[in-house]
T-cell receptor, first 115, second 111 residues
């Protein structure tokens, strides 16, 4: 079956620091990979996605590259802001087998950015 | 704003009771999925509905059931509530092969 493993948190950084959140996956077929962000008291917002190997997803300064050889999709940002404080979820779905709303999520990584 | 709305936003129920949560899908979406997110955990897939039929189910007991209506809105019903059912319940809608759009969730507390 499909599974997603994220680095253990929480992660605490100072403003303007470099961020990496590790994500590895196990999947049959050809998964699409996603990063979602959840702000306190809210639902999930799509941050970025990649649908095939070597694709790079990017949004709001965040980037992640789909690495099939290492089954990874690590999230990076060069300079974090206080407003980036949230929980980040790595997720996958196999669009050839099922619809895009059936996702497998990792456990989430809490990011806190201090001024 | 995703266009997916859930109601109610919060509710408190007593163990053993039944609860119905509602989700209005984004216009044009024919598929809806429900997730349970326990505190400090990632969302867990409960089930999915496509054109009013259940189309896949996660590892949840039969007391979790659902409906999808002709307008593609959806309900999640949970019978015989247990304390461990306390969680944020998320609804996501999509087209058949499109990406998911999530609602804000319903926070259920079972006491």
């Amino acid at each position: 079956g499909n599974s997603v493993t994220q680095m253990e948190g929480p992660v605490t950084l100072s403003e303007e620091a470099f961020l990496t959140i590790n994500c590895t996956y196990t999947a049959t077929g050809y998964p699409s990979l996603f990063w979602y962000v959840q702000y306190p008291g809210e639902g999930l917002q799509l941050l970025l996605k990649a649908t095939k190997a070597d694709d790079k997803g990017s949004n709001k300064g965040f980037e992640a590259t789909y690495r099939k050889e290492t089954t990874s999709f690590h999230l990076e940002k060069g300079s974090v802001q206080v407003s980036d404080s949230a929980v980040y979820f790595c997720a996958l779905t196999d669009l050839k087998e099922t619809s895009g709303s059936r996702l497998t999520f990792g456990e989430g990584t809490q990011l806190t950015v201090n001024p | 704003e995703t266009g997916v709305t859930q109601s109610p936003t919060h509710l408190i129920k007593t163990r053993g009771q039944q609860v119905t949560l509602r989700c209005s899908s984004q216009s044009g979406h024919n598929t809806v999925s429900w997730y349970q997110q326990a505190l400090g955990q990632g969302p867990q897939f409960i089930f999915q509905y496509y054109r009013e039929e259940e189309n896949g189910r996660g590892n949840f007991p039969p007391r979790f059931s659902g409906l999808q209506f002709p307008n593609y809105s959806s309900e999640l019903n949970v019978n015989a509530l247990e304390l461990d059912d306390s969680a944020l319940y998320l609804c996501a809608s999509s087209t058949t092969r499109g990406r998911a759009f999530f609602g804000q969730g319903t926070r259920l507390t079972v006491v």
